[in-house]
C-alpha cells in the first residue's frame, strides 16, 4: 500500500490564494485581453474543483468510518478524477458543486466548518481550511519528512521508509514529482534543504548520509558514518552549508564538512540514547540534540573549528523519544522571547522558552496530541510579524493535523485537519501559509 502526502490549501490573507479561490468571478466578468480568457477559465474550474474536493473531505471520516484505508483512497482517487473530467463551462462544474453539497447534507447532515472550533478571531481566520490541493503517493513505505524549499512556495521534498527522496513542484498546476531521488538501500530518516536551496542532504539507516543536487537529482556525495551506525538526523550549520551535525543510533552527535567528505575531529560527543532530532537557532552558534531517552541537550558551535562544547541538559520525559526539535528566534509581537518546540513521546508538544546565549530551556506550554511511538514532526507558521497571536502546526498518531495558537490560554486549537487515514508523521507550510503539506505512515 502507498502512503499519501497531502498538500491542504488555506485562505489566508496571501492575496495570490484569495484571488484563485474567491476572486475568479469577478476576474472573468472584466478579462484584461483575449489571450487571458481561457486561463482565467482554467483558473476558476481548478477553484470550483478544489472546493468539491474539500466538500468530500470534510464528509469523508463519516462515510466509512469502520475502513480509514478506502478513505484515503476515495479522496486520492476523486483528486484525479475532478481534474481530467474538466468542462469548458464553468457554470457546470459550480452547479455540481450546489448540488452535492445538497446531497451530502441529506445523506450525513450539517457539518459545522473547521473555523467554527475557535469563532472568528483573527487566528481562526487566517488559518480557515480551504481543501486538499493535492495527494501526493509515488512513495511505498511511510513519508518520514516532507519540506518545502526555503522562501519558495512551490517545490517540495519529502523521504520516505522505502529508501528515496522525491522533489516535487507543486505550483503552478498540474502538481507532479520532478525528480526520485534513489541510492539509500535502507529507509531514509530525515533530509534538509540548503540555504539556496542548491542541493539536499538525506540521512539513512543504511549508515549513509548523502548530498543531492536539486537541479539535476543526482548525488554529488555519499559519506558513510563514521562509526558506522545508522543515522537518524542532519542538519545544516545555517552560516556555513559546507559544514553538516549528524545524529546516528550510537548517541554520537557528529560535525561534518559535506563538501571534503571528512568529519571535524573535534565535532563529536555522546548522549545517552539515539539522537533523533536536531536543530540549529538562527546564529548557528546554539544546537540542540534530542534522543531516544528523553533528553535535550543544548551544545556551543565554534564557527571557526566545527568543535561542540556541552551546554545544558534537560529530561523532557524519561524514556520518551524526542522526535523532532524547531528552534525560532521570535515567534510574535506577543512572544519576542526565543523558543523551542519540541515533540516527545507523551502525548503532547511542548514550547520552550530559550533563556540564555548557552541553550538553556524554561518549560513554557503544552499541547495535548496523540504522539507515544512514531517519529512525529511539527513546526512553526512562518508568518510572524504583522499578525497578533503566533501558530504552531503538527503531526498526530490520530490522523490529524493540529494547528495551536501558543498566545491563547483559553483555547489553544485553532483548526484539525482530517484527511489522513494514518498517522500523520510531518507537516511543512509553504513560505506564505497558502499549502500545508503533511505525510503519513502505512
Known amino acids: 500500500m502507498k502512503t499519501a502526502i497531502f498538500i491542504f490549501q488555506f485562505i489566508l490573507f496571501i492575496y495570490q490564494s484569495i484571488q484563485v479561490l474567491a476572486g475568479c468571478e469577478c476576474i472573468l466578468t472584466s478579462p484584461r485581453k483575449d489571450g487571458h480568457v481561457k486561463q482565467i477559465e482554467e483558473m476558476s474550474a481548478a477553484a470550483t474543483w478544489q472546493q468539491i474536493l474539500a466538500l468530500d473531505a470534510k464528509y469523508n471520516t463519516i462515510r466509512v468510518p469502520s475502513n480509514p484505508q478506502f478513505r484515503t483512497q476515495y479522496i486520492r482517487r476523486r483528486s484525479q478524477l475532478l481534474p481530467e473530467k474538466n468542462t469548458s463551462d464553468p457554470t457546470i462544474r459550480k452547479q455540481y458543486l450546489k448540488l452535492r453539497s445538497q ?3 441529506c445523506r450525513y447532515g450539517y457539518i459545522a466548518d473547521q473555523r467554527a472550533m475557535v469563532g472568528g478571531t483573527s487566528i481562526s481566520e487566517n488559518y480557515e481550511f480551504a481543501g486538499v490541493y493535492f495527494v501526493f503517493d509515488q512513495h511505498s513505505n511511510a513519508v518520514t519528512s516532507v519540506r518545502f524549499a526555503n522562501d519558495d512556495k512551490s517545490k517540495l521534498a519529502c ?4 529508501g528515496t527522496l522525491s522533489i ?3 505550483h503552478p ?19 534538509e534543504w540548503s540555504l539556496a536551496n542548491d542541493v539536499i542532504v538525506s540521512c539513512s539507516l543504511d549508515k549513509t548520509i548523502r548530498l543531492w543536487e536539486t537541479q539535476t537529482g543526482t548525488c554529488l556525495r555519499t559519506v558513510v558514518d563514521n562509526t558506522p551506525s545508522p543515522v537518524y538526523s ?6 556555513n552549508n559546507n559544514m553538516i551535525v549528524t545524529g546516528n543510533q550510537k ?3 557528529q560535525v561534518l564538512n559535506i563538501s571534503t567528505g571528512i568529519y571535524c575531529k573535534d565535532g563529536l560527543v555522546k548522549m545517552s540514547g539515539k539522537v533523533l532530532a536536531l536543530t540549529f537557532d538562527s546564529s548557528g552558534k546554539i544546537l540542540w540534540a534530542g534522543d531516544d531517552k528523553g533528553t535535550i541537550m543544548s551544545f556551543l558551535y565554534d564557527l571557526a573549528t566545527g568543535y561542540l562544547n556541552r551546554g545544558h541538559k534537560l529530561v523532557v520525559c524519561e524514556a520518551r523519544p524526542i522526535t523532532c526539535l524547531s528552534a525560532r528566534n521570535w515567534v510574535s509581537r506577543q512572544a519576542c522571547d526565543p523558543s523551542l518546540l519540541v515533540n516527545c513521546a507523551f502525548d503532547a508538544l511542548t514550547l520552550f522558552r530559550i533563556t540564555d546565549k548557552e541553550g538553556s530551556l524554561r518549560y513554557r506550554k503544552k499541547f495535548a496530541i496523540s504522539h507515544r511511538s512514531l517519529p512525529i514532526k511539527s513546526s512553526f507558521c512562518p508568518i510572524m510579524s504583522f499578525r497578533m497571536g503566533a501558530c504552531v502546526v503538527t503531526g498526530s498518531e490520530d490522523c490529524c493535523v493540529y494547528v495551536f495558537d501558543i498566545e491563547n490560554n483559553r483555547m489553544n486549537c485553532v483548526n484539525k485537519l482530517q484527511a489522513h487515514s494514518s498517522p500523520v508523521l510531518d507537516v ?5 501559509e497558502s499549502l500545508l503539506a503533511s505525510s503519513d505512515a502505512l
Open 234 to 239: 542532519c542538519t545544516f550549520q545555517p552560516l
Open 251 to 253: 548517541g554520537l552527535v
Open 103 to 105: 446531497i451530502l447534507t
Open 168 to 170: 516535487c513542484q507543486v
Open 159 to 162: 523521504c520516505s521508509q522505502d
Open 173 to 191: 498546476p498540474p502538481a507532479h514529482v520532478i525528480f526520485l531521488l534513489q541510492g539509500h538501500t535502507a529507509g531514509v530518516t530525515g533530509f
Open 428 to 432: 511543512c507550510f509553504n513560505c506564505d
